[in-house]
Structure formats: structure tokens, C-alpha cells
């Protein structure tokens, strides 16, 4: 399933803090995963455009779940820095959220303007930000140990005995 209209407004938080997605009114589904018609009006404006991707944009060209990865790349990077990075030169997460500067090579990846250079599914996303999420935590342990002052013991040793 395609749902071709993410945005933060069909993004919803469940009882259990997980997030849902709604409003598959545009969504594209394959046919064996129809389980009800999904009508959109001819007057209805198909995805919103602040968050669709550029293939979404011209007419006729393919649209497949990359177009989602996209629009997730952008909620992704205005969650932490309040702008809808478009073109070039855009804030990165990591200037105003050092913490979370690992998710910008994942966001640069995820709004890639041609479809075939970010990544295929949702899935590799998800592990993409699983690793370098533990990998960033475990750097930041590694810094946090080697910033602890170890107080030195002078050792005693008992020189009788000895000349």
C-alpha cells in the first residue's frame, strides 16, 4: 500500500504512544490488500503538496512507497528544527538538536529528490535509525566515561626491609 498523503495531520498518537497513520482517502492499495473502495472525488486535490514528492508532481510519473519515505523525511527533519527542508542549504537536525544529529544522513537519504536514490521501504528506514540510533548512544557512553576524572591512588609500598 501506497498512502501518498503523509503529512503531520494523518500522523495520530494512541493511547499507547504509538504513532497511527489515517486518511487513506488517496491511498493506492494493490488488489489482493483491497478490502474496501477507496473513492477519491475528480474535485479533490490529490496529497498535499508541502510534503509530497517530486514525482508526485509531474504528471504521470510512477509513484511508489518512496514517495511516503520522502514525505516521512520531511516530518522526520521539521519535528526537530520547526522548517520543511526543501532544495539545498536547509538547517540540519544536528545544529539545532545535537543529540539527534545522527538522523541527518538518514533524513538526506529519505528526501533525495529522484525516487531511485533513497531508499526502497519503509523497513530500511526503520533499521537505518534503529543502528546508528544505538550506534550514536553508544559513542555518547563512550564520551561520558572518558570526560570521569579517575582520582590517581598513590600506592604504599612497604619498603622494609629495603636499602
Sequence with gaps: MIHRDVKPENLLVDKNGR???SDFGVAHFEEEDLATAVETGSAERLANFRYSAPEQRTPGAPVDERAD???????????????IPHGTGYRRIGSHAPDFAYLDPIVEKMIRQSPSERPPWIAQ???EL?????EFITHQKLDAARKVVVPSATPRILLEGWT
Design 19 to 21: 504513532i497511527v497513520v
Design 130 to 134: 534503529i543502528m546508528r540510533g544505538a
Design 125 to 127: 528506514v526503520k533499521d
Design 69 to 83: 519515505i520522502f514525505a516521512m523525511g520531511l516530518i522526520l527533519h521539521e519535528m526537530f528544527t520547526g522548517e
